[in-house]
C-alpha cells in the first residue's frame, strides 16, 4: 500500500459514511431479527423504531466527533451503494495504542457473500496502518461460533474466556475476548500478498 | 449504623457525600503508583472541586449499571479507599469488580481482601449474581495475590494492552463463580 491507497474501497463493498436519510429505516428492519443485537451486544436485545434508529446513528456522530475514541463506518455495496452493514473501531485507548471492533451485515440473506470478511480487512488496515493501533480487540459469545471462526480465519487469538457471562434461553455461555496484534496481521498479510503474486 | 452485610472482620462498606470522596480522589491520583496500579487512563491530577462535579454526575445517577462503596475501617472509621461494581448485567447475573485502596499505610494488611470479601457477599446475596470478574494488570502480583486468596481463578490475558515504561504489559482478567463463592465459605452468609 501507499499514499494513494484508497483505504475504504474494496472489491465488493465500500466503507462509507451514515446516510441519515435512507439508512434508519434499513436497520430498522434489521433491529426486528435481535439476533444481531445478540451477537453485537450484552444489553437486552430490543427492535427500534425508526425515529429511534434517527437518534441513535445522531449519538453514534456525535461520539466520533467528541470522544475521538471511536471510528464508526456503514457497509455499502460497491456498485449501487446499499446499506450492508456497520464496521467500527470504538474504545480506542490513544496512550496504548489499543482499541476494540464490531462488525455486523445486517440482513441474514446477505451474510456468507465475502462483505464482512472485506469490511474486516479494510477496517484492520484502518486500524494497524492509519490509527497505528498496537492491537485490536473483539469479544463474541460463544453462543455465537459462527463470529469465532470468522475472526479466527483473520487471525484473531482467544485470549479470555469469562466463564458463563451469558445468560440467553436459560443456558449459560462464556464471553470470549479475542485479539489480534499488529505484527500478526502484518505476517499474516505479507503471507497474503505473496499468495496473490503466484 | 452497622449493616452486617456491608460489614467484615475489618471494614465496612460505606455511602459518602461526593465532597468526601472529591477531596480522597484528588488527593490518592496524586499518588501516581496507586493510580498506574488502578487505571490505564494518563494521570490528570483534577481539582477537588473538578472531582465533586464529576462524583455528582456519574455517582448519583440510576444504578442499574454500577455501584459504589468507599471503605472505611471499623477501628476508627478511617475511609480508606473505594470499591465498586461496572458493566453489571443484571440479566446475566455477571459484573466486574474494582477496588483500591488510597491510604497506602492501610496496604497488605487484608483490608482489601476483607473488602473484597464483603463486595462478594453483596454480589451475590444481595444482586444475586451468578459471577464476579475483574481486570488486573499483569505488573501488580500483590492485587493477584489478594484476588487468588479471596477465591478468584484467572480467565485470561489480553496481550500488550498496556503500554508503559517503554514496555507492553497484559491485563488479566479473572472470576469467581457463585458455586466457587459458596465453596470457598468465607462470609457466605
Known amino acids: 500500500m501507499s499514499i494513494d491507497t484508497q483505504l475504504f474501497e474494496g472489491k465488493l463493498i465500500r466503507l462509507a459514511p451514515i446516510d441519515h436519510e435512507k439508512d434508519p429505516e434499513v436497520e430498522s428492519r434489521w433491529t426486528h431479527d435481535l439476533s444481531l443485537s445478540r451477537a453485537l451486544w450484552r444489553k437486552p436485545a430490543m427492535p427500534l423504531s425508526v425515529t429511534q434508529m434517527k437518534k441513535k446513528y445522531e449519538a453514534i456522530e456525535k461520539e466520533v466527533d467528541e470522544t475521538k475514541r471511536c471510528f464508526h463506518f456503514t457497509i455499502r455495496g460497491r456498485e449501487d451503494n446499499r446499506l450492508l452493514g456497520f464496521v467500527r473501531i470504538e474504545g480506542v485507548e490513544w496512550t496504548h495504542s489499543i482499541g476494540s471492533l464490531k462488525l455486523a451485515i445486517g440482513d441474514p440473506v446477505e451474510r456468507g457473500k465475502g462483505y464482512g470478511s472485506e469490511a474486516l480487512q479494510l477496517m484492520l488496515r484502518f486500524a494497524f496502518s492509519e490509527l497505528n493501533l498496537y492491537r485490536v480487540s473483539v469479544v463474541v459469545g460463544e453462543d455465537n461460533p459462527a463470529a469465532v471462526k470468522f475472526f479466527t480465519r483473520f487471525g484473531f487469538v482467544e485470549e479470555v474466556r469469562r466463564r458463563k457471562a451469558l445468560v440467553r434461553d436459560g443456558q449459560t455461555w462464556d464471553s470470549i475476548h479475542l485479539g489480534l496484534l499488529r505484527d500478526e496481521w502484518l505476517a499474516s498479510n505479507s503471507k497474503e500478498e505473496d499468495g496473490d503474486e503466484k | ?189
Open chain 2, 1 to 189: 449504623m452497622k449493616n452486617d452485610l456491608l460489614t467484615g472482620k475489618l471494614v465496612h462498606l460505606t455511602a459518602e457525600n461526593p465532597e468526601v470522596m472529591a477531596e480522597c480522589f484528588s488527593r490518592w491520583n496524586q499518588d501516581s503508583e496507586w493510580l498506574r496500579l488502578l487505571d490505564t487512563e494518563p494521570p490528570r491530577l483534577f481539582s477537588q472541586k473538578n472531582w465533586k462535579e464529576w462524583l455528582e454526575k456519574n455517582l448519583e445517577k440510576d444504578e442499574r449499571d454500577r455501584i459504589f462503596f468507599a471503605i472505611r475501617t471499623l477501628e476508627g472509621e478511617t475511609l480508606i479507599g473505594f470499591t465498586g461494581l461496572f458493566d453489571l448485567f443484571q440479566q446475566h447475573g455477571d459484573t466486574l469488580v474494582a477496588i483500591a485502596l488510597g491510604e497506602r499505610k492501610f496496604w497488605g494488611n487484608g483490608y482489601g481482601s476483607d473488602a473484597m470479601r464483603v463486595m462478594l457477599r453483596y454480589a451475590f446475596n444481595e444482586l444475586n449474581l451468578h459471577r464476579v470478574g475483574l481486570i488486573v494488570f499483569e505488573y501488580n502480583p500483590r492485587a493477584i495475590r489478594s484476588y487468588e486468596k479471596v477465591g478468584f481463578v484467572p480467565e485470561g490475558r489480553v496481550r500488550g494492552a498496556m503500554l508503559r515504561d517503554g514496555r507492553r504489559w497484559d491485563y488479566l482478567y479473572m472470576g469467581i463463580m457463585r458455586e466457587e463463592w459458596l465453596a470457598k465459605g468465607i462470609m457466605t452468609s
